[in-house]
């Protein structure tokens, strides 16, 4: 039986919490009479676009094609419908159709949460929105009271963490030291604090660093951009989009090795020999892994290479690692705490590099910047201390042993996200943990039911009515930094909290 008359407060209005309002009224508005109250909170103010969609400049285009980002169930092509009717002098600056810019993707979120509430309006249900931080949550056993920063309470029988991504931890000593950035979001932090005229070192060499290349190269930087990492490796170049029928990395494979195993549970090199497989299937040919795991020649040399691949047709090792998706977070679910560690140790990188391939547009820019001389890509492990005349001296040993010092008087870390949430800037997360409501993951975020999403405590009892949903699952989900899984997992706390057979 579906429940009637409950009340959802969700803790963080980005793309995840906006498309779980919707996904509730919308399955709440097929209940006759469901009464549904939804508060919706935002800390920033800004309900809908959350970090990633909420970046000012146009040249900050999606990383995925519009065709596989939208979010009402049932219409897949919702967003590129929503393109149609948009301003078409702004769409004729875009440079390609199919990767417009974030920031017009926020505006199509802001749109959504305005369908919501309609839809809200339209059914026995309300929504609420409600900007300012909440930072507690009680739970009196029957219901939760949410705590706002600025005082007053919000009652409600469910409660939904989806407070999303934070600034990494990384280096955090030098938060304070003149010419450090250490985040680049949001883009103002850089636009106001690095001169146009002086050297620039980026930590990191994937997504988030070439957002802030493209930060700096928008401002009219003129000086060098040095991209630091550890393997120096930027991500591949998206090809286009490709229906693959999965053969070996498929729902049946992995049950079947879990039926065989001793303890309900697969080993990483069970797992790395069923890609492997696939990624050969796909290619029809055998391949070389030192290259892909370690692969050699200048960085200008291989992006060249990279953009011509997916200039000249579909890829088919992309092809196999998309339609594998959806089932990352089974596969990573059924491996051990330690395999996932070891992942996380071995391979994470590179996988990021192959999974989360990049746009075209951006990698011709990149080689660009690159055979100008205004990019260069620097591999090695790093220390870094503040040098005595002003900026930094980074100690850099290349993965040949190769010692020598960069200098830099600025730095931006684009490192990425904080997994751990023992280092996440927020007085609610930090309250949770010390009451003992959340408890953090050794894979990064929280423990949670991997179906349903609930709330774990440290003894591994679900509390019943505490969800949550996006980038704090990552260690039970893994696929957590997309819109794509966020809305599965949306659907699926969304008929939890409805009751399970909600229609
Ligand atoms: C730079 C960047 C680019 C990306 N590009 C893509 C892409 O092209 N395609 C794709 O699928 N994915 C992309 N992603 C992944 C992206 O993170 C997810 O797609 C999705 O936007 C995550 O949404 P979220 O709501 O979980 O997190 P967020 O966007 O971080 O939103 C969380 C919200 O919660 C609020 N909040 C936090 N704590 C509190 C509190 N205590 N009280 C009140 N409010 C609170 C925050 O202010 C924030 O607005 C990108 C990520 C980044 C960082």
Known sequence: MHKKNISVA?????????????????KASLISDAGVKIYLIEKDGDHGPGLAYSTPLPAHILNMRADTLGVINGDPLHFVKWLEGYDSKSKASWVDINYPPR????????????????K????????????????????NGRAFCVRMAVGGVIDAENVVLAPGNFPGAFLSELKETKGYIPYPWPVSDITDNIP??????ILGAGLSAIDTLITLLE??????ITFLSRNGLLPKVQGPAFDYQLKYVNKENIDRLLSESDDNSISFDQVKRLY????????????????????QGAADQILEMDISRAESGVIPYQAALTSSGPLTGYI???MSIDDRMRFDREYKTVWAVYRHPMPLINAKKILKALRSGQLDI?????????????????????RLGVPFVLKAPCIINATGQETDITKFESILIKRLIKKGSIFPHPNGGIYVDFYTSVVKEKSGKGIHGLYALGEITRGVHFFTNGVVPNMVSSGRISDSILGENWC
């Open 10 to 26: 969700i803790i963080g209005a980005g793309a995840s919490g906006t498309i779980l309002a919707h996904q509730i009224l919308e």
């Open 103 to 118: 920031n017009v993707y926020g505006e199509y979120l802001r749109a959504v949460l305005d369908l919501t509430i309609k």
């Open 120 to 139: 809200a309006g339209s059914c026995s249900c309300s929504i609420e929105i409600i900007s300012g931080e909440a930072v507690d949550v009680d739970n």
């Open 196 to 201: 146009r005229d002086k050297p620039v070192c």
């Open 219 to 224: 401002n009219g930087h003129t000086e060098k």
């Open 276 to 295: 492997m497989d696939e990624v050969e299937g796909a290619a029809g040919n055998k391949i070389n892994w030192l290259d892909v795991f370690n692969p």
């Open 332 to 334: 990573w679910n059924s």
């Open 378 to 398: 620097q591999q090695g492990r790093t220390s870094i201390r503040p040098g005595s005349k002003g900026g930094f001296e980074i100690d850099v040993t290349t």
